[in-house]
């Protein structure tokens, strides 16, 4: 059972960590810093998709 819920768990911190960095985004006010943020958590998810299939990934719109 824990291999089953090991990628489940390792999608669950790459939706964490975008979501930490968008909200990051958001508060920045160097549009440069906000566009890196922006980027990271934009390559996270994409990456987590990739791992986890298109289902890992938030609902939010970017």
Avoid: C, F, V
């Amino acid at each position: 059972m824990s291999d089953e819920s090991q990628p489940s768990l390792r999608a669950r911190q790459m939706r964490d960590k975008a979501q930490e960095l968008e909200q990051a985004a958001q508060r920045a006010t160097d549009p440069a810093e906000r566009q890196r943020l922006t980027d990271k958590a934009r390559h996270i998810r994409e990456k987590s998709e990739q791992e986890n299939g298109p289902g890992s990934g938030t609902m939010d719109p970017m």
